[in-house]
Structures are given as structure tokens and as C-alpha cells.
């Protein structure tokens, strides 16, 4: 168990809906990460929140938006959902600039 | 562009050999890097890192890998594999830069047989 964790664990939806995951991270540590892992595309970052503030994005669709809340948990947000976001999500969270624990992930079927 | 090269999507050993799972790195500086592993239907766990210090790593599970700056590798090993190991490898890199986001590699497929 790496104390961060992710909710929901599985949640299938429609295309053109939207769907918020959730990420807690571990005890203290002020930095999330996201990251998808699909078959075609594999592990990619997302983007990463620090203390409430974005510091980095990667391929992340402008569909997609983040945010971390003042107790450190953070949400990503998918709308206007297609086939091709069916994925699983992953959140990392770490307290330094090194290693990045990550959660079980939120696996997204859209139908 | 930073970028991470697993050349073998599967690799079977038998239980019992010894394993080297190879990654390769582009990237003007030597960046962290970093070993997974992903159980079916599981998280990522961290297997060991490399930030800098003595080349030969060790982490957990009896796993260790070598960073290599003249071939930009980091390969990893073990000595004698379990049928437990079965599972997704994956080497990423963390550019130096203010964010450490991690770049992957595409994974390597660790089959055991019996």
C-alpha cells in the first residue's frame, strides 16, 4: 500500500459525458501527479499540482483540467468524453523532488 | 526530446534464471531514473532509483540495476527470478527540471515459467 489513493476504482460512462476522478495523497506530501495509461498511447504524464499550484503539464487534451484543493487532495475532470479516453488514471504524489508513490488508479471505460 | 526505450516488449524466463530487463534513455544530462513494476491490475511500486553515487543500484524484491553513462542505460536484474515476478516493467526517466515528472518507457512483459 503506497498511502495514496484513488476513487473511484472503476467507472464507466457514455461518450460526451463528463467524470471527476479523485486522488488523496500520501501523509504530507505537497506534490500530484497524473498520468494515463492506455494501450495505444502507454504511461504518459498528465500534469502535476504542487501546494494548489500547477507546475507542469504534459499531453493533457484541453477536455481535461485539474485542480488540488487546500487539503492537499486533488481531482481531475474528463469532459466531452470519447472511445479514446477509455484508460486507466493513475495519481503519483511525492514530498521531494525524487520518487513518486502511486495509487491502485481509476480504470475509465467510456461506451 | 527526452524519451525512454524498452526494447523488449516480453521476455519468458524460467523460474529460477536470472533476468536482465533493459532501458535505454535520451536526454542531454544524466536525469534520475527509475524502475517500476505493475502487477495485473495493480499500481505502479517503485522497484529502485538512481539519482547519482555509486552506479550499481539495489532495491526491493532482490532487484538491482546498473546506470551505465557511456551507453545511457540502466538495466535492471536479478539474479534468480520467482514465478511472483511475472508482471509489467517499466524504466522512466525524471528530468532534472523544477517538475520530475516522470517519461516511461513503453514496458517490458516479464512472463515465468515453471
Known amino acids: 500500500d503506497s498511502g495514496v489513493t484513488q476513487t473511484p476504482k472503476h467507472l464507466i460512462t457514455a461518450t460526451g459525458q463528463r467524470v471527476t476522478l479523485r486522488c488523496s495523497p500520501r501523509s504530507g506530501d505537497l506534490s500530484v501527479y497524473w498520468y494515463q495509461q492506455s494501450l495505444d498511447q502507454g504511461l504518459q504524464f498528465l500534469i502535476q499540482y504542487y501546494n494548489g499550484e500547477e507546475r507542469a503539464k504534459g499531453n493533457i487534451l484541453e477536455r481535461f483540467s485539474a485542480q488540488q484543493f487546500p487539503d492537499l487532495h486533488s481531482e481531475l475532470n474528463l469532459s466531452s468524453l470519447e472511445l479514446g479516453d477509455s484508460a486507466l488514471y493513475f495519481c503519483?504524489?511525492?514530498?521531494?523532488?525524487?520518487?513518486?508513490?502511486f495509487g491502485p488508479g481509476t480504470r475509465l471505460t467510456v461506451l | 526530446a527526452q524519451s525512454v526505450t524498452q526494447p523488449d516488449i516480453h521476455i519468458t524466463v524460467s523460474e529460477g534464471a536470472s533476468l536482465e530487463l533493459r532501458c535505454n534513455y535520451s536526454?542531454?544530462?544524466?536525469?534520475?531514473l527509475f524502475w517500476y513494476v505493475q502487477s495485473p491490475g495493480q499500481g505502479l511500486q517503485l522497484l529502485l532509483k538512481y539519482f547519482s553515487g555509486d552506479t550499481l543500484v539495489q532495491g526491493i524484491k532482490g532487484f538491482e540495476a546498473e546506470f551505465k553513462r557511456s551507453q545511457s542505460s540502466f538495466n535492471l536484474r536479478k539474479p534468480s527470478v520467482h514465478w511472483s515476478d511475472a508482471a509489467e516493467y517499466f524504466c522512466?526517466?525524471?528530468?532534472?527540471?523544477?517538475?520530475?515528472?516522470?517519461?516511461f518507457g513503453s514496458g517490458t512483459r516479464l512472463l515465468v515459467r515453471p
Open positions: 503519483a504524489s511525492s514530498s521531494t523532488a525524487d520518487t513518486q508513490y
Open positions: 536526454y542531454g544530462a544524466t536525469p534520475y
Open positions: 522512466a526517466v525524471a528530468p532534472m527540471d523544477s517538475s520530475y515528472k516522470l517519461i
